[in-house]
């Protein structure tokens, strides 16, 4: 594979509309091209099935597989995958800017991030396998661990965002519990996770968090999350 610039991928959480389009355009279009390129790949596979899996038609879907696992390389949900498949912390460290990017961009822009074009398949899914990842593995980057969780709290619940509990507890320290306790008086889910962070003997899990959502009166108002 030749080497390619990915500094371009930044630009999706951008704050100004032109650069971050600019930037969405072109991801975008990767991401047809990934579609086109599984297309491809299935429709060879089948051929080399009616052929009985003769060689000529075998490599042809190989090379096809390679084209595909070459163009999804070349956007961030490859790279989050290429992140969660690190056999090592040496390749996680140097992927890990690119999982912070996609959980950056679907804090700051939502809806860009979640739109059909901008990813092949649910992006949802692909986020909650990350947090999973993280909380499994550990976070590479420490400070920017923190940010993440606490950006999570500071927002209103969305999908796969219980994880981030998980994840707190990886990055736990006094910069995450001076931030949760800043929010804590506002935010439920923020006392939640500074009691999980004080008792490691509780599950991180939605069940978790309703069992203590009802135990607690002043949390009574906060919505109960989805998946």
Known sequence: MRPFSRRWMF????????????ALARHRELVARCEAALLDCHAAWRSSHRADEGEREVAVARRCWAV????????????????REAPDDAARAELWPF?????????????????????????????????????RRGVPGGGEGVELVVAA???PYRCKDWVFARVARRVDGPELRERLGG????EPRARFV???LDRPELPASRGAWARWRAADPASSAAPTPAE
Request: proline fraction near 4%; charge should be positive.
């Open 11 to 22: 630009d999706l959480v951008d704050p100004r509309d032109r650069v971050r389009a600019r």
């Open 68 to 83: 595909y696992r070459e163009a999804r390389g070349r956007t961030v949900h490859g790279l989050v995958d290429a992140f």
């Open 99 to 135: 999982a912070v990017l996609f959980l950056r961009w679907e804090n700051r822009c939502p809806d860009e991030w979640g739109a059909p074009a901008s990813s092949q398949w649910s992006a949802w899914t692909t986020k909650g396998h990350l947090l999973l990842d993280l909380a």
């Open 153 to 155: 709290l500071e927002r």
């Open 183 to 186: 929010l804590a008086g506002r």
């Open 194 to 196: 500074l009691d999980l």
